[in-house]
């Protein structure tokens, strides 16, 4: 449509707000994206939307809503900042992860808590360790969110299992055995990995670069599907902010490939993750967006095993786990990739990066920690996580666990060392109970929010599963309306 064919120019009102303070504007934002070529409005169908609902962020929370809601037939458009990088041959490589995790993988927060945060296909699932665990009990006990349906759907959809006793890695078991020796009743841990889906399993901590062998399930797949149902899928587009007209919400604005576009639908679905679904609401005016984070703050405590005898580091990552529900934390069977080995620890001390040729005999037992809710995801791009309340405190103890584990696993007491804080579960940034209610909508009607950011509470656990279910259950509710 050229601009001579456009009709007269009719300001739109447009109520922009939240509970507490409505703020009235006139603009011709609406009309402009109506009229525009770059929107991928359909002006042409009289003012209608092409799609029933947009879904930002193809995560397991963005993938899980637009597949399901494609299945059910509605017409879904998912927007993805980052591209699908599994066909790059860097894909699962250091340099693939240098590439596609939020700048380089050297994003910090203001404290120091290194976070990796890939933005790709399949958000963060493409790096993850292929871990699965049922969502925490409170979520139904204390918050009425009831998903236990949808993870037993999920559970035998992807066959979810424990490793084969011989894939775990002797060395892990060698952990869990000393764990249980010890009296921790240390388990196999559930994975979203199947080893006769790849022609040789070829798992190791490398496998958190992004998996080669194809032996484990990301949410990528779940994209691939949803496209597959009729799902509209656009890559490298970067949604800034969420389009509100009175108090619903009516479409999104950000850029593709760094050219600006509009799209319009009656239902929204921010699932940009625990950093970018707070960022695109705060744009919105959406006030509370990013106040206050989880992050299950990830530490590992290593320790070496005499010259000869093999660490876990060329072995699947966190075969093995243990829960303490009471104090709050998780131990797992981890150890950093070879490369990034030093690269962390040289975050520590020069000592600890020069301890890199012993990798080979590493045991590595990783904690995650349960945090108090603190610190936020700001508009002015800070990120703050400070540990509060008795958070050190439950670290320090879970600490002197590993350290008694690594011990009787037969490491060298006096190797043992703690690495530098870091997070990989950026959450609880737009949480539910606070700014959504229990079918996951905010303030804003037809606005809704499915990742790790509704998190009421940090998980201290794998979280996709969690996600899933919650995914799977707002796609019903939407169908349903
Ligand atoms: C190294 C590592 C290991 C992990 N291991 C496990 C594990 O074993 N098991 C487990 O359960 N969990 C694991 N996790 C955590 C888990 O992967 C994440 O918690 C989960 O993927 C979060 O899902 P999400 O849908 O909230 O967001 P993400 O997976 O972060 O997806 C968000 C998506 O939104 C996109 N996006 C962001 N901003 C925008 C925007 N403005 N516009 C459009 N798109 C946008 C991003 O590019 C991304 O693709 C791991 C994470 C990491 C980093």
């Not at 006769?196 to 070829?202: E, G, H, I, L, V």
């Not at 958070?391 to 006096?414: F, H, T, Y």
Request: hydrophobic share 40%.
């Amino acid at each position: 449509m050229t601009g001579k064919e456009r009709g007269p120019r009719t300001p739109i009102v447009v109520f922009y707000g939240n509970d507490s303070r409505v703020k009235k504007y006139h603009f011709w934002v609406l009309w402009e994206a109506a009229m525009s070529d770059s929107t991928l409005h359909s002006d042409k169908l009289g003012g209608q939307p092409q799609h029933d609902v947009i879904v930002v962020g193809s995560g397991p929370g963005g993938a899980t809503v637009a597949r399901q809601l494609a299945r059910a037939g509605k017409k879904v458009l998912l927007l993805e900042r980052g591209i699908d990088q599994r066909p790059r041959s860097y894909y699962g490589t250091y340099l693939g992860a240098l590439i596609y995790a939020d700048r380089m993988s050297l994003l910090f927060t203001q404290e120091g808590l290194n976070i990796v945060r890939p933005l790709m296909v399949g958000g963060a699932t493409s790096m993850y360790c292929g871990c699965a665990a049922p969502p925490p009990e409170w979520l139904k006990e204390k918050y009425g969110v009831d998903i236990d349906a949808e993870v037993a759907e999920t559970i035998p959809e992807l066959g979810v299992a424990v490793l084969p006793e011989e894939l775990r890695g002797s060395a892990s078991t060698r952990i869990a055995q000393a764990g249980q020796a010890l009296g921790y009743d240390w388990q196999p841990q559930l994975k979203f990995m199947k080893p006769a889906r790849s022609k040789k399993f070829d798992c190791g901590a490398k496998c958190m670069l992004g998996c080669r062998c194809g032996a484990k399930w990301s949410a990528a797949e779940w994209v691939d599907e949803a496209v597959q149902a009729g799902a509209e899928l656009r890559v490298n587009a970067r949604v800034e902010k969420v389009l509100i007209g009175g108090r619903q919400a009516i479409g999104v604005q950000g850029t593709i490939a760094g050219q600006p576009f509009q799209a319009f639908a009656p239902r929204i679905v921010l699932a940009a993750g625990g950093i970018g679904t707070p960022r695109i609401l705060q744009a919105s005016g959406v006030d509370g967006a990013g106040d206050g984070m989880t992050m299950d703050i990830t530490t590992m405590v290593y320790g070496f095993l005499p010259r000869g005898e093999r660490g876990s580091g060329n072995e699947p990552p966190m075969t093995w786990s243990w829960e303490n529900l009471e104090a709050g934390y998780m131990l797992s069977t981890l150890i950093d990739p070879w490369l990034l080995y030093p690269i962390i620890n040289v975050l520590k001390g020069p000592k600890y990066a020069l301890t890199w040729p012993k990798w080979n005999n590493t045991l590595g037992v990783m904690i995650k920690l349960k945090d108090s809710i603190s610190g936020g995801v700001f508009a002015d791009g800070r990120i703050s996580k400070p540990m509060v309340g008795d958070d050190l405190e439950r670290q320090r103890q879970a600490e002197g666990l590993c350290r008694k584990i690594l011990v009787e696993a037969g490491v060298d007491p006096a190797s043992m060392f703690m690495t530098p804080l870091r997070g990989t579960h950026p959450s609880g940034t737009v949480r539910i109970g606070t700014m959504l209610d229990e079918d996951l909508q905010t303030q804003v009607a037809g606005l809704y929010v499915c990742d790790a950011s509704s998190f009421p509470e940090a998980l201290a656990r794998p979280t996709v599963l969690t996600i899933i279910g919650l995914g799977k259950r707002l796609a019903k509710h939407l169908v349903g309306q």
